[in-house]
């Protein structure tokens, strides 16, 4: 398993691990994945990024709560 995570100060965040396992067949050159492997690439989101996303999340949940359908 390996974790890569940015240095830089004008960057985001970034966080990669690498840990999937694969299998090839040598008859049929088939791959398989391993069970309980995976990769993962994960951003951290700026605080001003995760506010927006936050603001916008609320005004849905506002305009579901007052839809029309909902009403039925």
């Known amino acids: 398993m390996c974790i890569y995570r940015s240095m830089t100060d004008d960057s985001p965040s970034c966080v990669a691990q690498n840990n999937i396992g694969i299998q090839i067949s040598l008859g049929t050159y088939k791959l398989f994945y391993e069970a309980g492997t995976e990769d993962v690439l994960w951003r ?7 506010n927006s996303l936050d603001e916008r999340a609320h005004v849905r ?12």
């Not at 949940?61 to 039925?72: D, S």
């Open 44 to 50: 951290q989101r700026s605080e001003m990024e995760q």
């Open 61 to 72: 949940h506002e305009e579901r709560k007052t839809c029309a359908w909902m009403m039925l």
